[in-house]
């Protein structure tokens, strides 16, 4: 993976193989406590189609993880980072959970590198009745136990029930990424999540935008997804039925589907 120092932090971005000139580009940013590795299945439906690039945010995969606090601020300048070092000027961009909110940051911060945004499983804010699980989650990793402390009731609201019964090598895998996700990259995430209130300013964003979500997520239910849709003119929603927090894992031909649609319905335009 390549690297590019942004704000004093090591990020690891991947370009995938094929890369041709002239190609648009699409940017994948992942979920809190996995790595650029949960984008598999979109990279092999898509890579024929566009130029790829995914990274690790701060405190994931490969990047470095430094001490905590961090801000949506910080993680939109690392994604801003990234985009520089790899010389991309514009780009289409899918972001889920995390990703989703650091894709709205970024929208606001530097809205001529974005030409569309595909929002998924996300919320542009969490209610102050929220603080206290975050609270409860941060504590829970700083314990003897790290990380394994959190996974399995991750696990279980990033999948349905009849999808870890179905598919155990997916979540088992996913799990790994949990477990593996340092304490420092969750704790400083988890508290940028935290004071994430972003929907007052998002109908400034101005290109096209997708929402898609999973019909039984618990963690970023429908109606954030709804309430996104309305703060943004114009913007498209997509449930996919059967599916949680994952949705691009546990229904990735639906989703996959999901974003094809959008990006066809954006030529000529979405091209560039």
């Not at 949680?244 to 974003?259: D, I, W, Y």
């Given at each position: 993976?390549?690297?590019?120092q942004s704000n004093?932090?090591?990020?690891?971005?991947?370009i995938?193989?094929?890369?041709?000139?002239?190609r648009p580009?699409?940017?994948?940013?992942?979920?809190?406590?996995a790595?650029h590795?949960?984008?598999?299945?979109?990279?092999?439906a898509?890579?024929?189609?566009?130029?790829?690039?995914?990274?690790?945010?701060?405190?994931?995969g490969?990047s470095?993880?430094?001490?905590?606090?961090?801000?949506l601020?910080?993680?939109?300048?690392?994604?801003?980072?990234?985009?520089?070092?790899?010389g991309?000027?514009?780009c289409?961009?899918?972001?889920?959970?995390?990703?989703?909110?650091?894709?709205?940051?970024a929208?606001?911060r530097?809205?001529?590198r974005f030409?569309?945004?595909?929002?998924a499983?996300?919320?542009s804010?969490y209610?102050?009745?929220?603080?206290?699980?975050w609270e409860e989650?941060?504590?829970?990793?700083?314990?003897?136990?790290?990380?394994?402390?959190?996974?399995?009731?991750t696990?279980?609201?990033?999948?349905?029930?009849a999808?870890?019964?179905?598919?155990?090598?997916?979540?088992?895998?996913?799990?790994?990424l949990?477990?593996?996700?340092?304490?420092?990259?969750y704790v400083?995430?988890?508290q940028?999540i935290?004071?994430?209130n972003?929907?007052?300013?998002?109908?400034?964003?101005a290109?096209p935008v997708?929402?898609i979500?999973g019909?039984?997520?618990?963690?970023t239910?429908p109606?954030?997804?709804?309430?996104i849709?309305?703060?943004?003119?114009?913007?498209?929603?997509?449930?996919?039925?059967?599916?949680?927090?994952?949705?691009?894992l546990?229904?990735?031909?639906?989703?996959?589907?999901?974003?094809a649609?959008?990006?066809?319905?954006?030529q000529p335009?979405?091209g560039?």
């Amino acid at each position: 993976m390549n690297q590019v120092q942004s704000n004093g932090c090591r990020i690891a971005y991947r370009i995938e193989l094929g890369m041709a000139p002239g190609r648009p580009w699409l940017v994948f940013s992942h979920s809190l406590a996995a790595d650029h590795t949960m984008w598999d299945p979109q990279v092999a439906a898509f890579a024929g189609r566009f130029n790829i690039l995914r990274y690790d945010m701060r405190g994931h995969g490969a990047s470095e993880a430094p001490a905590p606090p961090y801000t949506l601020e910080q993680l939109a300048d690392d994604l801003r980072a990234v985009l520089d070092a790899a010389g991309i000027e514009h780009c289409h961009f899918v972001g889920l959970s995390l990703g989703g909110m650091v894709g709205q940051m970024a929208a606001l911060r530097y809205p001529r590198r974005f030409r569309s945004l595909v929002l998924a499983d996300t919320t542009s804010r969490y209610p102050a009745e929220m603080r206290p699980v975050w609270e409860e989650r941060i504590a829970a990793v700083r314990g003897p136990n790290g990380m394994a402390a959190v996974a399995p009731a991750t696990l279980e609201r990033w999948f349905t029930a009849a999808f870890r019964a179905r598919e155990p090598d997916t979540v088992a895998r996913i799990g790994a990424l949990i477990r593996a996700t340092p304490v420092n990259g969750y704790v400083g995430c988890a508290q940028a999540i935290m004071r994430l209130n972003l929907t007052a300013r998002l109908h400034a964003i101005a290109v096209p935008v997708l929402v898609i979500v999973g019909e039984e997520d618990p963690g970023t239910p429908p109606a954030m997804a709804e309430e996104i849709v309305r703060a943004i003119d114009g913007a498209r929603l997509v449930r996919i039925p059967q599916a949680a927090h994952l949705s691009n894992l546990e229904q990735p031909a639906r989703f996959n589907e999901a974003l094809a649609t959008f990006f066809a319905a954006l030529q000529p335009a979405g091209g560039a």
